[in-house]
């Protein structure tokens, strides 16, 4: 079987979240990847290095430089005809596109993968991670969505695939880039940080937000991460959102801080291998799932723990 | 201008699904449902777009039980217009929604679909995009923001590093973040009303549409769970166990 791998990217550098995917793809059969974009040739130099990958097709046209589905999807439906499977990473990029080049394709998706159990056969997650179903595709073609935190990355160095250029992309003149608020961050990206420190309601407000988990966040070097509660109280911005519809995280260590743990916040993270909580409320359904739990007022504790870890 | 607002009636938000012993799928009976919370917020925004003067009619439209009637009322109840329940007691799969949807666009030209970005029991996330591709129109996915003009509409969008703002032409399809606003309560004197404003019923085959699954599930089974750990007494027995696992 011949995969496509769509390639997660800011037409600069390769994102993470693509290695996981080609790990997926390459329980598949022979791997192929697509990056699409504007001035994305340093990418393709990327990926071509990534172990397991023959081959990296570049699409590089103005119209792809912001990935827009409208311009995208055209273009992978037409090299699907020499490909059997196209997988894509469950980020926001991912899911944008996918669906579209199904529907072209007359494909139905298979939407976050956790593993590959044969060339047919995937397991994902349903009610919000709290089922697992194993679906087998009758499609000719395969058209997959990939949960990162699922598979392992592969290696970023050791690969050798020949480069080839894509043309054929155009302007579907549907839609239009206008602008891009991109949050600028020294800190580790929420689904590829070692240690997540996650914020709920219980802070109070932006300013107590800041105040209370960023200090901690400093200094263990952690992502930071909120549940939909905080996100929808304005604490912090969208893209901090950990669960069911936000990121799906797995880090070495995910502290939950004044998050009572509602099951769509759980989906979005209880494949952390450690999960500390600290909560007031010892009734509070996260403490079920933490593996250290400390029931008391996060104003001073967590202060505390910043001082002493 | 006329949108049409496709909602699916799901276990309710507040439920924990209990998966059936026998592998077959997750256990809906005697379950509450509601209308998708997307969904909502989608019935929501067309509803506002139409207080602001910038539509005129919305409709409602579900493919799903005869008991998804309850769920177009809801709609209804909000402040849809009239609704269209294309009833089958067979499972749906998001490909064949789209293309039963594309058909009733063809019927009805609307100039804006505003859909839910993804239903909380499959969690596919694809039948807005998959719809978008079926009628060549462009998509503005996890909405966070909308600003409807005559021929365009400007989508602000939930991307995983922060939002990106596109412009579509009309017609289009949107799906719907979270923040896009907060849904309303229907009233009483609006769910009574609602019982009286229209709703037609069909089915796949009137559209022509074969629904037949191209997915096959062959089990559903529990998560692994996760075992509860240890309470600890204080910051510093908190410490002492992150340094002890390795965590820190």
């Known amino acids: 079987m011949k995969t496509l791998v769509l390639v997660e990217h800011d037409n600069k550098t390769m994102k993470d979240a693509t290695l996981a995917v080609v790990t997926a793809a390459s329980q598949l059969g022979e791997v ?103 679906v087998t595709s009758s499609d000719a073609k395969k058209v997959i969505t990939v949960r990162g935190t699922a598979f392992d990355k592969a290696a970023t160095e050791g690969g050798s695939a020949s480069i080839e250029g894509v043309t054929g992309a155009g302007e579907s003149g549907l839609s239009t880039f206008v602008s891009e608020e991109i949050a600028k961050s020294e800190r580790p990206e929420l689904t590829s940080a070692k240690i997540i420190v996650s914020g709920g309601r219980a802070l109070g407000s932006a300013e107590k937000f800041e105040e209370v988990i960023t200090p901690l966040a400093d200094k263990l070097g952690a992502g930071i991460g909120a549940s939909r509660a905080a996100v929808d109280a304005g604490y912090v911005p969208n893209d901090y959102q950990v669960g069911q519809t936000g990121k799906i995280v797995a880090p070495e260590v995910y502290i939950a801080i004044g998050i009572s743990g509602a099951i769509q916040h759980l989906a979005g993270m209880k494949d952390s291998k450690i999960i500390v909580a600290i909560n007031k409320d010892e009734d509070a359904p996260i403490f079920q799932v933490a593996d250290i739990g400390l029931v008391a007022d996060l104003f001073n504790a967590v202060p505390e723990l910043t001082e002493k870890v | 201008m006329k949108i049409l607002v496709p909602v ?42 139409k207080e602001a003067g910038k539509a005129e009619e919305i409709i409602a439209v579900s493919v799903g039980p005869q008991k998804a009637q309850e769920t177009l009322r ?37 100039q804006l679909v505003i859909t839910g970005k993804q239903a909380i029991d499959d969690d596919s996330n694809q039948t807005g995009q998959m719809l978008a591709a079926l009628l060549g129109w462009g998509q503005g996915t996890f909405a966070n923001t909308v600003e409807l003009d005559s021929d365009s509409i400007t989508v602000k969008r939930e991307i995983d590093g922060g939002l990106q703002t596109v412009k579509l032409n009309l017609p289009a399809v949107v799906t719907t973040d979270l923040r ?69």
């Open chain 1, 32 to 134: 192929h990847a697509l990056v699409l974009g504007s001035g994305c040739a340093a990418v393709g130099e990327q990926v071509a290095k990534v172990a397991g990958v023959s081959t990296v097709h570049v699409a590089d046209d103005a119209a792809l430089e912001h990935q827009l589905a409208e311009n995208a999807a055209p273009l992978i439906a037409s090299l699907m005809e020499s490909h059997d499977a196209f997988l894509a990473p469950a980020t926001t990029t991912g899911k944008n596109i996918a669906p579209r080049v199904a529907a072209l394709l007359d494909v139905m998706q298979i939407s976050d993968i956790l593993s590959v159990e044969s060339e047919d056969t995937f397991t994902r997650p349903i009610y919000a991670g709290n089922a697992i179903a194993t």
């Open chain 2, 180 to 248: 896009l606003n907060e849904p309303r309560y229907a009233s009483l004197p609006n769910i009574m009303k609602a019982k009286k404003k229209p709703m037609d019923e069909k089915t796949p085959a009137d559209y022509g549409v074969d629904i037949a699954k191209r997915l096959t599930t062959t089990n559903v089974s529990e998560p692994p769970v996760r075992q509860a750990g240890e309470k600890v007494e204080d910051v510093d027995a908190l410490v002492a166990k992150l340094k002890a696992v390795g965590a820190i």
């Open chain 2, 8 to 49: 699916k009636r799901v276990i309710d938000y507040n439920v924990k699904p209990r998966v059936k012993s026998d592998g077959s799928g997750v256990d809906l009976a005697n379950v509450k449902m509601s209308m998708n919370p997307f969904d909502e917020i989608s019935v929501e925004e067309a509803i506002r777009l």
């Open chain 2, 74 to 110: 809801t709609a209804l109840a909000m402040g849809a217009d009239r609704a269209i329940l294309v009833v089958t007691d067979e499972e749906v799969e998001p490909l064949a929604v789209a293309k039963i949807l594309a058909k009733i666009v063809e019927e009805e030209q609307p």
